[in-house]
């Protein structure tokens, strides 16, 4: 099994930055590739950064790119999501996702194991 727990969710304004975190337990983290998703409301979860087990390979949904960073510290069990630039369209619940492998999926039913959501609004 392994734990994801979220934090640092809140509220910014539009062209603002935010940074997510999620800290891991349960098993060895750096066997574990880690995604990033998000879900607005009414909508489906949708994947927004993933990055492979030791950080040297990434992948980003269109709508991030260049504006999102995903990074891993694997000595702190720590993947991280940092934000800039935020639109209003950015506001979701913000998930991180582990999966036991080398390579970056970028679809939901991918990943076994699932943090609670943190939230991010961004006002206009």
């Known amino acids: 099994q392994v734990q994801l727990v979220e934090s640092g969710g809140g509220l910014v304004q539009a062209g603002g930055s935010l940074s997510v975190s999620c800290a891991a337990s349960?098993?060895?983290?750096?066997?574990?590739?880690m995604g990033w998703f998000r879900q607005a409301p009414g909508k489906e979860r949708e994947f927004v950064a993933g990055i492979n087990w030791n950080g040297d390979s990434t992948r980003y949904a269109k709508s991030v790119k260049g504006r999102f960073t995903i990074s891993r510290d694997n000595a702190k069990n720590t993947v991280y999501l940092q934000m800039n630039s935020l639109k209003p369209e950015d506001t979701a619940v913000y998930y991180c996702?582990?999966?036991?492998?080398?390579?970056?999926?970028?679809?939901?039913?991918?990943?076994?194991?699932w943090g609670q959501g943190t939230q991010v609004t961004v006002s206009s």
């Open positions: 996702a582990a999966r036991y492998s080398d390579y970056v999926w970028a679809v939901v039913d991918e990943y076994r194991y």
């Open positions: 349960g098993r060895t983290f750096s066997n574990y590739a």
